[in-house]
């Protein structure tokens, strides 16, 4: 029987290791990533670095393990997928340092149509003349799907909300790129706010499930109501054309979560990225 999109697989540990799956899928297409075996555990070597995934090693092993991602330069990414249990501390030990910490959320698809409802913008309390001026309540957001076409416009409004280390340019093939190679799997929106383009989102669908990508807003946009419409629209396709269970993954605390909790998603496991000890020089 195939997977639903109506119900998510019913074990945690399942469901973590689909969606650790589909991450690296992503990290593979958008940053042209390439997987190496490591034992048991998965090397993912990009331009960026090289990244050490999937741990399911026993105490010694993991040690091992863990000397050869220093020796390489590599960050390790502990989940509770990961195993040994204790692998977090092994890697603290070992000088590693806990440098980046998200969550992944997974969509309830319990959520009543009340809840799925638009809410209603409530005055945002800012202090300050100029915050006040900025301040113009909620807006009407259109969202449509884009082209190829419209690639350079969609990544100069992500490269803008996100910020980055690369250049626009630099940063456009790279979007190039995930958009030809994710092909059909993946849906890209643009939304606007009086014709301006406004804030974007992506929803990639694999084979067991979908996962929300970019989804930004340019900050003179923000507090209106923009992700709230796009997140809400890529609910809606993936309803409709999606199979498997819907996750994305943010900072906990966050903006960004509290919209996300807002729209049904609920909190599924934590991930945590290890860097290693640098070098002496």
Known sequence: MQPSRRQAPAGERERGVIMEDVIMAVRRLWFGAQVVPMGRAVGVVECGGEMVMHVDEDGPGADRLIGAAAARGAYVVVNPQSRPADLGARLRLAGFTLVQSHATYLFDQTVSAIEKAPVAQEPIRRSGLLSLLRWRGAAQVDIHQIDAAQLAQWNSVCWRAFGSRFSESASLVDKQTAFHNMGASAR??????????????????????????????????????VATAVVRRVIADWERYGQGFLFLDTTPGSPAERLYLKLGFVKSYLREVYAPAQPLS
Do not use: E, H
């Not at 669908?205 to 923000?222: E, K, R, S």
């Open 188 to 225: 890209w929106y643009l939304a606007t706010v009086g014709g301006r383009p406004a804030g974007t989102a992506i929803l990639y669908q694999d084979a067991m499930a979908a996962q929300i990508l970019a989804v930004g807003t340019l900050p003179a946009f923000q507090g209106r109501g």
